[in-house]
């Protein structure tokens, strides 16, 4: 089956400039992530959406990242008024969530490039 | 607070040897672990995970992980390495969170595997 999809694949944008990226995730799949891959740096937890529950946003660096999810599906995550720091590959997850399987699937990422 | 290390940035094997790649945690209550494998310019895939059960736990491509609860680790092993194992591979926890369906995972910094021919 399709598995998780984002879009672009790559985005070069200049400061201070508006972005979305796109996730959709694996049909079926209920809870969905966005993680931040730095250069050579780990996973960073971003945001998780689970069914219709209040999103955990815990890890958004700050107040000018946001993310919905609408219908239950397709996920945005927009960055305004990029900063050179935001520079990184931002991937997308999807699990299933009533079941004992806890493994996420990823995306393949968005490399968002911020000059 | 839940978290694992991976104590070593870089691993290099010779090919047809064994590898391991090493991961420890720390979490409250019991502990459910997660490896994931990034090939280049790839997304994360998933390789195996220890819920329950035996503690030696095989997974895709031939890996397996032994979860040793008094050392707390989940240490990665293949028996021979091959040269196309080479990526950079990430341990990870459940996050306990809220709830009984919250699944964030927690990631290590990761380990840049190199088997050289």
């Known amino acids: 089956g399709a598995g998780v999809s984002q879009s672009p694949s790559n985005k070069v944008t200049e400061k201070g400039k508006d972005v979305e990226l796109r996730c959709d995730p694996i049909?079926?799949?209920?809870?969905l992530y966005w993680y931040r891959q730095s250069l050579g740096q780990g996973l960073e937890f971003l945001i998780y959406?689970?069914?219709?529950?209040?999103?955990?946003k815990s890890g958004l660096p700050s107040d000018r990242f946001s993310a919905e999810r609408t219908g239950g599906s397709v996920s945005t995550l927009t960055i305004q008024r990029t900063q050179q720091e935001d520079s990184a590959v931002y991937l997308c997850?999807?699990?299933?969530?009533?079941?004992?399987?806890?493994?996420?699937?990823f995306g393949p990422g968005t490399r968002l490039t911020v000059t | 607070a839940q978290s694992v290390a991976q104590p070593e940035d870089q691993v290099k094997v010779a090919e047809g040897n064994p590898l391991t790649v090493k991961c420890t945690y720390s979490v409250s209550g019991n502990p459910y672990l997660f490896w994931y494998v990034q090939y280049p310019n790839r997304g994360l895939q998933f390789l195996l995970k220890y819920i329950t059960g035996d503690n030696l736990v095989k997974g895709s491509y031939g890996f397996e992980a032994e979860f040793n609860k008094s050392q707390t680790s989940f240490h990665l092993k293949k028996p021979s390495a091959l040269v196309s194992d080479s990526a950079l591979y990430f341990c990870a926890v459940r996050d306990i969170g809220f709830g009984g369906g919250y699944n964030k995972l927690i990631f290590g910094a990761g380990t840049r595997l190199a088997v050289h021919p």
């Open positions: 959406f689970q069914g219709n529950s209040a999103p955990d």
């Open positions: 049909s079926g799949h209920t809870a």
């Open positions: 997850a999807s699990s299933r969530v009533l079941t004992s399987s806890y493994e996420q699937y």
